[in-house]
């Protein structure tokens, strides 16, 4: 098991884009549209207050009429946010997205934020190893080590 330091490295950027807490939804719902985005970290300087996401914005917002222009994304942000460490594995960080409920993870390294993970981060990374394992199998029934029956032959 990979751990997911591996897919923060394999990005073309490590931009992880973020609001302030006093933003508005709109402003915030803004950068996730241009830049294509599921979710925003809410930070204030370098500390992570909350995560924002298309979910909140769906279950807060439009469900209780409020108005994206003049609500602060403060006011609907997740938070507490769940985070992990580099080092921790993509089984482990889907484990814990599973369990909470969750389609994003900040990934920090000693209090600092290293990037952001997301559930098809995640999933396109295990697939990708299951991939190279299924083809490490084919390749040693298929390859010069003989087949497994035969092997199983020579055990009997």
């Not at 084919?138 to 199983?152: F, N, R």
């Given at each position: ?20 807490p ?11 549209a ?72 900040p ?38 080590h ?11």
């Amino acid at each position: 098991m990979r751990p997911i330091s591996n897919i923060l490295k394999a990005r073309t950027s490590s931009t992880v884009y973020a609001t302030a807490p006093e933003a508005t939804v709109f402003e915030a719902l803004r950068v996730m549209a241009d830049k294509n985005l599921g979710a925003l970290l809410v930070m204030r300087g370098k500390e992570i207050v909350g995560i924002f996401s298309e979910r909140d914005y769906a279950r807060k917002i439009a469900l209780f009429d409020l108005s994206s222009r003049d609500t602060p994304v403060s006011k609907i942000m997740s938070s507490p946010v769940i985070s992990v460490s580099s080092s921790q594995s993509s089984h482990e960080c889907m484990a814990i997205m599973t369990r909470n409920r969750l389609r994003h993870l900040p990934v920090l390294d000693d209090g600092e934020l290293v990037g952001i993970v997301s559930i098809g981060d995640l999933v396109k990374d295990i697939i990708a190893e299951l991939e190279f394992s299924n083809d490490q199998l084919v390749d040693y029934i298929h390859g010069g080590h003989g087949t497994l029956a035969a092997e199983a032959q020579q055990l009997a």
